[in-house]
């Protein structure tokens, strides 16, 4: 064989080799799922007129996945007698919700094209839906990630950020992802729908300061003190004003110091971050441009692609 032939043909391979390992990419179902995105949308649209709460829930699963061994679909493998998951981690038992609808549209997803579509890039998708169907900004959501074999507990653990967290340590949780101060300010406004339940914002609205007093004492009636032993699972919306709206009103409640949790209002307390908090509660556009970019920033947290981990049957188990 020629010089010449040899080094084209070694680098018509290399090239083979990289975009198998390639980089994310909006049209990597193209042709064989063109239908994909429809069916995400209309899936996500019968679940949000069934539960409004639902577009909260689901866009959570996607964090709460990202942040765990990156967007690989982990969360939403079920426990079984021998193998431990992230189901019952600390930050997602009795809290993390909508499964059973990342399973309906995975199985709307089977019909039209079967075996093709991770379960990871069907939740980055649902997630993206339930934004823009309850009011909020869409973007392009690169897709090619697959699907986790196996997870770990103690990563669920320790890599989501609790609701006690501080503003220094929210940051750096964040940096531990890639994700800069800006995006976590952006991304936390995603509390701008869904719930919380009392027991992750009691100390804040009982022992805490920094939060409007006349909020507190209505909270307190509808989540009782710690001595009452009662109320723990009573929720509460995460943003008063428009708990199913995916606007700005999230910010305007925390330079209201309406703050929810203690982590909310950490990002609105003489900190750092005050004057972006006070930008987005009066720009909509300033918010919906830097939260867009920041979720495609964390669904690009570390996906397996090329022949990595798998395209899973059952977005609840390993094939
Ligand atoms: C900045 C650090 C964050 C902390 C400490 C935090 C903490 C929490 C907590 C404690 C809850 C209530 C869970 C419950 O009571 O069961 C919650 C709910 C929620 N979180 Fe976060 N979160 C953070 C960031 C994010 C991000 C980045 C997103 C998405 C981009 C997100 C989306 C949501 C949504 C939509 C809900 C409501 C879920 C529902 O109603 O089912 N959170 N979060
Ligand atoms: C923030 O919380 C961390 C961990 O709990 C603690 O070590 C640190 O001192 C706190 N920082 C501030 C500024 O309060
Ligand atoms: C509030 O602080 C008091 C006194 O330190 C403590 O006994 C109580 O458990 C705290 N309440 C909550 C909800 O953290």
Known sequence: MGSTIRVFILSLISIFALASEAQLSPFFYAITCPSLQGIVRISMRQAIANEPRMGASILRLFFHDCFVNGC???????????????????????????????????????????????????????????????????????????????????????????????????????????????DMTALSGAHTIGQARC??????????????????????????????????????????????????????GLVARHGLLHSDQELFNSGSQDGLVRLYSFSFRAFAKDFANGMVKMGNISPLTGSNGEIRKNCRIAN
Not at 143 to 166: H, I, K, V
């Open 72 to 182: 690989d679909a982990s969360i939403l493998l079920d426990d079984t007698a021998s193998f431990t998951g992230e189901k019952n981690a600390f930050p997602n038992r009795n809290s993390a919700r909508g499964f059973e609808v990342v399973d309906t549209i995975k199985a709307n997803v089977e019909a039209a094209c079967s075996g093709i579509v991770s379960c990871a890039d069907i939740l980055a998708l649902a997630a993206r839906e339930a934004v823009f169907l309850l009011g909020g900004p869409s973007w392009v959501v690169p897709l090619g990630r697959r699907d986790a074999t196996t997870t770990s507990q103690s990563a669920a653990n320790t890599n989501l950020p609790p609701p006690t967290a501080n503003l220094t340590t929210l940051i750096s949780m964040f940096a531990a992802k890639g994700l800069n101060a800006r």
């Open 199 to 252: 027991t992750t914002f009691r100390a804040h609205i009982y022992n805490e300061t920094n939060i409007n007093a006349n909020f507190a004492a209505t909270l307190q009636a509808s989540c009782p003190s710690l001595a009452s032993g009662t109320g723990d699972d009573n929720l509460a919306t995460l943003d008063l004003q428009s708990p199913n709206r995916f606007d700005n009103g999230y910010f305007q």
